[in-house]
T-cell receptor, first 115, second 117 residues
């Protein structure tokens, strides 16, 4: 069965510094991988997704993630954090075994951005 | 585009009563809708998958008689929590998959916070 491990429950950065949110996955088949962001009292918003095309995926708001099969990783990065980036981030995997319908969520990483 | 709404956003009910939560895809047709549950400071857990016009598929451990799901149209799915108890208090989130293509993105609603007294 597929699974996702988000290595950090909390990440704190200063505004203007780089962001790195780590994610490792496990999947028996070629996976699809996603990063979603959840702001308080708002719905989950898709940041980016990887579906077996280019390994470096660019998303919204300056975020990007790189699929590394050899490391089974899909880390999320952003060159310069903004105060508005403070939120909960979820790494998500799905695969062909479940028809790509079942999304398996990681436990989430809370990003804190200080002035 | 691809907006999903949920109603109500918050609901408080007494133990033993039933609560219905609606999930609507506002600007697209959703052949498949999903219901998730999120406990405080925890991740989302898939409860069930519903396809328009057919019975929902429930994940292991989810009581189908307690969490009734109806997907009567391509834009509306409902989750009814029957005979609610305090342990059912949680954040319920729906998502909708556009067009029924299984590799398509799921678009999420803003969630409904249920508190059972």
């Amino acid at each position: 069965a597929q699974s996702v491990t988000q290595l950090d429950s909390h990440v704190s950065v200063s505004e203007g510094t780089p962001v790195l949110l780590r994610c490792n996955y496990s999947s028996s088949y070629s996976p699809s991988l996603f990063w979603y962001v959840q702001h308080p009292n708002k719905g989950l918003q898709l940041l980016l997704k990887y579906t077996s095309a280019a390994t470096l995926v660019k998303g919204i708001n300056g975020f990007e993630a790189e699929f590394k099969k050899s490391e089974t990783s899909f880390h999320l990065t952003k060159p310069s954090a903004h105060m508005s980036d403070a939120a909960e981030y979820f790494c998500v995997v799905s695969d062909r075994n479940t028809g790509f319908q079942k999304l398996v969520f990681g436990t989430g990483t809370r990003l804190l951005v200080s002035p | 585009g691809a907006v999903v709404s949920q109603h109500p956003s918050r609901v408080i009910c007494k133990s033993g009563t039933s609560v219905k939560i609606e999930c609507r895809s506002l600007d697209f047709q959703a052949t498949t809708m999903f219901w998730y549950r999120q406990f405080p400071k925890q991740s989302l857990m898939l409860m069930a998958t519903s396809n328009e016009g057919s019975k929902a598929t429930y994940e292991q451990g989810v009581e189908k008689d307690k969490f009734l799901i109806n997907h009567a149209s391509l834009t509306l799915s409902t989750l009814t929590v029957t005979s609610a108890h305090p342990e059912d208090s949680s954040f319920y989130i729906c998502s909708a998959q556009q067009g029924g293509v299984v590799t398509d993105t799921q678009y999420f609603g803003p969630g409904t916070r249920l508190t059972v007294l």
